[in-house]
């Protein structure tokens, strides 16, 4: 079946099984900061923005996606790279496997909440498991984060 | 992961109960559980083209769309103002906002399931399900229908004057609870939803005497022990049988102090 999406801003036209899902369909097309975990819906690795709503990529079908837009950590360099940046500096973690789908997930959340509380950052990432860091690194690292931005914006 | 000869996105609910008629035919809503199994669906029946993912507010009540998402009913200000933050504190376990997204209300209370903290809150509410053929039913009725071959258009949570409160158990954060337990205060009324017994949650109403009487820690323990009383339970790997049980004591005690908490704030919000 012919689907069109419009991949990290651009409009892709392709022709897919039924049955594809997402994820498939995305690192076809080159975007594999996308990955693959547990396939059980849990882990948020799989994480992209749907009509700019994240969602698990390993749960939806590509089908799903016909007429929407897509958007993974390729087509998100700009808005990415300065936590990203920050996030590696603090040596918040370790082999960075869960690392795109952590980042998109911060996204979405300072999309929504730009100054969250510590409560409200554990609650919004509690879909993004870290097998390494015990999340005590990831957690410091947006709290420095924030920190940094508030007192960058008091200057 | 289930496989799919054909997906069709339909243009109407009638085209998509004329193929749901049909066994190897299924209807994919968030498809976060479907999606765990292994079958061969021929058509997978999309509703989300159907602008079925809205929830609409009257004077009267909230109608919720069934491609709304968990998400959706989770951040909805008029919603969680009207069930004391219930319906927010029941989906914000469920793994994850990106999951939250995609799960939607119809699917949760359509698949009846016994781990669901959605059927769980909403059965406490005042609420009824809006079916493509069969009309509208009362949730609590519904919940102990057997599964055919309608469609689940809506779900409508009537605007009774209530307080409501929520409590879950689990053995780690966004896993599936070991127990859920809603409590709505009515006024004539005290209804306590108990789910993942592990089976479905079931509504119980406590006998005016006992309901009516001052809430403090003796009443609210004595009105879990007689929710106990009238709930079975079951072992699985979460949990056995007499722990569930236990909890059910704990948390509808807890549930029922906390709804006395709720309507001193209301009060001295006046």
Same mark, same amino acid.
């Given at each position: 079946?012919?689907?069109?999406?419009?991949?990290?801003?651009?409009?892709?036209?392709?022709?897919?099984?039924?049955?594809?899902?997402?994820?498939?369909?995305?690192?076809?097309?080159?975007?594999?900061?996308?990955?693959?975990?547990?396939?059980?819906?849990?882990?948020?690795?799989?994480?992209?923005?749907?009509?700019?709503?994240?969602?698990?990529?390993?749960?939806?079908?590509?089908?799903?996606?016909?007429?929407?837009?897509?958007?993974?950590?390729?087509?998100?360099?700009?808005?990415?790279?300065?936590?990203?940046?920050?996030?590696?500096?603090?040596?918040?973690?370790?082999?960075?496997?869960?690392?795109?789908?952590?980042?998109?997930?911060?996204?979405? !959340?300072?999309?929504?909440?730009?100054?969250?509380?510590?409560?409200?950052?554990?609650?919004?990432?509690?879909?993004?498991?870290?097998?390494?860091?015990?999340?005590?690194?990831?957690?410091?690292?947006?709290?420095?984060?924030?920190?940094?931005?508030?007192?960058?914006?008091?200057? | 992961?289930?496989?799919?000869?054909?997906?069709?996105?339909?243009?109407?609910?009638?085209?998509?109960?004329?193929?749901?008629?049909?066994?190897?035919?299924?209807?994919?809503?968030? !498809?976060?559980?479907?999606?765990?199994?292994?079958?061969?669906?021929?058509?997978?029946?999309?509703?989300?083209?159907?602008?079925?993912?809205?929830?609409?507010?009257?004077?009267?009540?909230?109608?919720?769309?069934?491609?709304?998402?968990?998400? !959706?009913?989770?951040?909805?200000?008029?919603?969680?103002?009207?069930?004391?933050?219930?319906?927010?504190?029941?989906?914000?376990?469920?793994?994850?906002?990106?999951?939250?997204?995609?799960?939607?209300?119809?699917?949760?209370?359509?698949?009846?399931?016994?781990?669901?903290?959605?059927?769980?809150?909403? !059965?406490?509410?005042?609420?009824?399900?809006?079916?493509?053929?069969?009309?509208?039913?009362?949730?609590?009725?519904?919940?102990?229908?057997?599964?055919?071959?309608?469609?689940?258009?809506?779900?409508?949570?009537?605007?009774?004057?209530?307080?409501?409160?929520?409590?879950?158990?689990?053995?780690?954060?966004?896993?599936?609870?070991?127990?859920?337990?809603?409590?709505?205060?009515?006024?004539?009324?005290?209804?306590?939803?108990?789910?993942?017994?592990?089976?479905?949650?079931?509504?119980?109403?406590?006998?005016?005497?006992?309901?009516?009487?001052?809430?403090?820690?003796?009443?609210?323990?004595?009105?879990?022990?007689?929710?106990?009383?009238?709930?079975?339970?079951?072992?699985?790997?979460?949990?056995?049988?007499?722990?569930?049980?236990?909890?059910?004591?704990?948390?509808?005690?807890?549930?029922?102090?906390?709804?006395?908490?709720?309507?001193?704030?209301?009060?001295?919000?006046?």
């Amino acid at each position: 079946m012919l689907i069109t999406v419009t991949l990290n801003g651009k409009k892709q036209q392709s022709d897919v099984e039924p049955d594809m899902l997402l994820i498939d369909f995305v690192r076809a097309h080159g975007c594999l900061s996308v990955k693959r975990g547990c396939e059980t819906s849990n882990c948020g690795l799989c994480t992209v923005f749907l009509d700019d709503k994240p969602v698990l990529s390993c749960s939806v079908l590509a089908a799903r996606a016909d007429g929407k837009s897509v958007t993974t950590l390729e087509g998100l360099q700009e808005e990415a790279s300065e936590f990203a940046e920050f996030v590696a500096d603090q040596g918040a973690e370790q082999c960075g496997f869960c690392n795109p789908g952590f980042v998109m997930n911060v996204i979405a !959340m300072l999309r929504e909440n730009p100054d969250p509380s510590e409560e409200e950052i554990k609650e919004y990432l509690a879909g993004n498991l870290c097998r390494c860091s015990g999340y005590e690194g990831q957690l410091r690292g947006i709290l420095n984060f924030l920190d940094m931005r508030r007192r960058r914006d008091q200057i | 992961m289930f496989s799919a000869a054909n997906y069709i996105k339909v243009k109407s609910l009638e085209e998509a109960w004329q193929l749901n008629q049909k066994r190897s035919n299924k209807i994919i809503g968030g !498809m976060l559980w479907m999606k765990m199994g292994k079958g061969r669906i021929q058509t997978a029946i999309d509703l989300s083209g159907l602008e079925l993912d809205r929830i609409e507010e009257t004077d009267e009540y909230f109608k919720i769309g069934c491609m709304a998402t968990l998400r !959706m009913i989770e951040t909805h200000p008029e919603l969680n103002r009207y069930t004391s933050g219930a319906v927010r504190e029941a989906v914000k376990n469920i793994v994850g906002v990106q999951f939250r997204n995609l799960a939607t209300v119809g699917g949760s209370i359509f698949g009846r399931y016994g781990f669901s903290d959605v059927l769980t809150v909403l !059965m406490a509410a005042d609420s009824s399900v809006e079916l493509y053929k069969r009309g509208i039913i009362p949730l609590r009725e519904f919940a102990e229908m057997k599964y055919d071959n309608d469609i689940l258009v809506s779900v409508i949570v009537r605007k009774t004057p209530a307080r409501f409160s929520y409590m879950s158990v689990r053995n780690s954060k966004t896993d599936f609870p070991v127990l859920t337990c809603a409590a709505a205060r009515y006024e004539n009324e005290l209804i306590l939803s108990v789910g993942a017994r592990p089976s479905r949650a079931k509504a119980v109403s406590v006998p005016e005497e006992l309901a009516n009487k001052m809430m403090n820690e003796d009443t609210a323990a004595e009105i879990g022990r007689y929710a106990a009383s009238q709930l079975s339970f079951g072992s699985n790997l979460r949990a056995s049988g007499a722990y569930r049980r236990h909890l059910t004591e704990v948390l509808v005690k807890r549930a029922c102090m906390k709804l006395a908490e709720n309507g001193e704030e209301e009060k001295s919000c006046l």
